[in-house]
């Protein structure tokens, strides 16, 4: 049983093959940040074009290296949402086609979801239930998953997201597109100068807000930055205030719902800071811990191709209509 899985939500093509004895045997992606850099964040438009251009010649080149044909393929796997409208029709309308074409089932895949089940895609993949930490550009998430399809929404970002504060934090410090890995990179060069806030963890619940660290930062670079020096030690401080911030939602979480297994997930998690911060609070709360390895912390197809199969084993099907949902709650998926 192979599924072809396309990712195409925002800046990133991808596609890849998923079998569920054989595992995955192939993923491609193709990058638009070169294109985006010049400036300085994604253009809608012109990432809907490029995907246009490079996703059918992504799908030949995975069925030729994993030696498949479109005979072997026996449903597709897309994107749905939540993401950017252009760029979320054209993988629809790609798979949609291709599977009335070789009268296959497509089925549509939340992004977050996806996001979610990527460290299943490892050799040491947790087990339900587990709580899980969604963290990317868009979405600052923590979850309570009971099994595929069956999450209860525990709290979540009020304003910025995790990823679009240290892009914005980034841009602040006249870092180059895309922010939040350059930015990592910097504060590996900080000193432990300055004190940011942890926002939001003087009071109860699990909800959080990092409108108010960017603008702290902002401060802080007003009044103190001159130098490289000063910009790394003000990167240091935000992301270290970041790490602590997730840490101690994500204990707290662990305690509410009796859980001791943690989910890290999204394309933040990739940064190193965050993960040895949520590793050394797990560690003290007896739990275990899982991450995607980094190439499957940002947008790849598969964790789509991963999530499509495991949709279709449960006899999930869909019409032939060409779904896409720029916004999409996570907590509306069912079983």
């Not at 950017?84 to 979801?113: K, N």
């Not at 602590?244 to 190193?272: D, Y």
């Amino acid at each position: 049983m192979y599924v072809l899985g396309i990712e195409s939500s925002c800046d990133e093509t991808a596609v890849a093959i998923y079998h569920p004895e054989k595992g995955l045997i192939s993923h491609l992606l193709y990058s638009q940040a070169d294109m985006h850099s010049a400036y300085g964040g994604v253009v809608p438009e012109l990432a809907s074009r490029d995907h246009i251009r490079k996703l059918v010649p992504l799908i030949r080149q995975t069925l030729l290296e994993s030696q498949l044909s479109a005979s072997d393929i026996v449903g597709i796997a897309y994107t749905a949402g939540p993401g950017l409208m252009g760029s979320l029709l054209v993988g629809a309308a790609t798979a949609r086609s291709l599977a009335w074409a070789w009268q296959i089932p497509a089925i549509a895949v939340h992004h977050m979801e996806g996001h979610l089940l990527a460290p299943m895609l490892e050799d040491n993949p947790p087990s339900f239930p587990f709580v899980a930490l969604l963290i990317s550009g868009g979405h600052t998430l923590l979850i309570e998953v009971q099994g595929i399809g069956d999450y209860q929404l525990l709290g979540e970002s009020l304003d910025d997201a995790a990823g679009e504060a240290f892009d914005k934090t980034a841009k602040l410090l006249g870092l180059p597109y895309p922010g939040g890995p350059a930015l990592s990179e910097l504060a590996k060069q900080g000193r432990e100068r300055f004190k940011f806030p942890r926002p939001m963890t003087d009071r109860p619940g699990l909800d959080f807000s990092f409108s108010g660290l960017k603008t702290f930062a902002l401060n802080t670079i007003t009044q103190f930055v001159e130098n490289q020096q000063d910009k790394a030690d003000v990167a240091f401080a935000f992301q270290q205030a970041m790490a602590e911030t997730l840490s101690i939602k994500c204990k707290r979480a662990l305690l509410q719902t009796g859980l001791n297994s943690l989910v890290i997930a999204g394309g933040v998690s990739a940064n190193h800071a965050i993960r040895s911060s949520l590793t050394n609070m797990a560690k003290s709360q007896a739990s275990q811990i899982y991450f995607p390895r980094p190439e499957f912390c940002t947008d790849n197809g598969a964790m789509i191709a991963y999530t499509g199969c495991q949709r279709l084993l449960a006899g999930n099907t869909q019409n032939l209509e060409i779904f896409a949902r720029p916004r999409w709650p996570i907590n509306e998926l069912t079983t």
